[in-house]
């Protein structure tokens, strides 16, 4: 086999094991999955887990780095920083808030499974979630601070307007009444009515 | 040792027993808790566990019916159904959250461990979850109704409102920045600014 190949090979059964690792952290959590469930997930033998990763733990920090560098990429897409506070937000809060939904099974695994990270691990979580917090913030700081939004705390208003996003992961079905794109669209609006956002959009 | 001496004891048995689930619940998560865990926690024989509890999903149950059945008794205890609709949604949300702040630990695992709670015992939960919303739903259909609320969609006010509250039992730390009440309070602002509340409290 040429080392391409090779590489090609080594590259899809981290893919599987990585499948294998997400749907049993989902339906066991972390501390209720052995390697040898994710082996048979992947249809790999327990074995051949530790090529590929180091640790169980190795696998939920590959999982939840995704996700968190999957969000902040999306939110960073999502804003203009040109735009009114108010067109910023509603942007923000609407692909937010989809991608939770879409993605409901890796972002609760990212979002209840943060303590079971090494502490090494866990810090380079907190690094992106704190630049996603930061941009949300300086959204609704820009808007106090224009006179668009008015709220009694900016920090717990950035909280619960991530917050609420979060938690569409946890009540998120695929069989719904209502799709992700719906979801974003109408928390963007309650959360331009949570910071109270008193200008027009146009 | 006469019969009430008895009840009693076993009375402190199943508590000591609960409280050791919860723990263990909440830090490895359901499927990660043996029963031999929870009999370590409380001081007692993996045996013992079986004497007082029919299994571990019934200590589950147990802890979630608790839980569930709480927060409904701070619902109906906060909610003044002869006040205006404002009043009433800033009464509930700032109990409701103040609760699952305060209650962080058994919050979540009645929240993340639904799925693993047997279909009869679901049910049940489920139904004390219906009662909480569409309480909380009547009182958002009443400030749209008199002209105080205005929303896009009832239903999904009432999810994004509650989901707020949830989401502070994922969040909330006991050495964090603010307490338990405050939190509420902010909420029940921020709650009232997402239904685009126009008239005053008074």
Do not use: N
């Not at 390697?35 to 048979?40: G, S």
């Amino acid at each position: 086999m040429s080392e391409a190949a090779s590489q090609g090979r080594g590259a899809a059964a981290r893919a599987r094991l990585l499948e294998a690792a997400l749907y049993a952290f989902a339906t066991r959590g972390f501390h209720g999955t052995g390697t040898r469930d994710i082996a048979q997930g992947a249809g790999m033998s327990p074995a051949a887990v530790y090529v590929h990763h180091r640790s169980k733990e190795d696998l939920l920090f590959a999982l939840s780095e995704a996700a968190h560098q999957d969000v902040q990429v999306v939110v960073i897409a999502a804003d203009d920083p040109g735009a009114t506070p108010a067109v910023r937000l509603r942007a923000v809060v609407r692909e937010y808030t989809a991608w939770h939904a879409r993605r409901h099974t890796h972002a609760r695994v990212a979002q209840y499974e943060m303590e079971a990270l090494s502490a090494d691990h866990r810090a380079e979580i907190v690094r992106i979630r704190r630049a996603i917090d930061d941009r949300v913030r300086g959204i609704i700081d820009a808007g106090v601070a224009d006179g668009s939004f008015a709220v009694d705390s900016t920090r717990l208003a950035t909280v619960a307007v991530l917050s609420l996003g979060i938690d569409v992961a946890r009540w998120y079905r695929d069989d719904g009444t209502w799709s992700p794109d719906e979801i974003g669209e109408h928390y963007s609006q309650l959360a331009l009515g949570l910071v109270r956002c008193t200008r027009d959009l146009t």
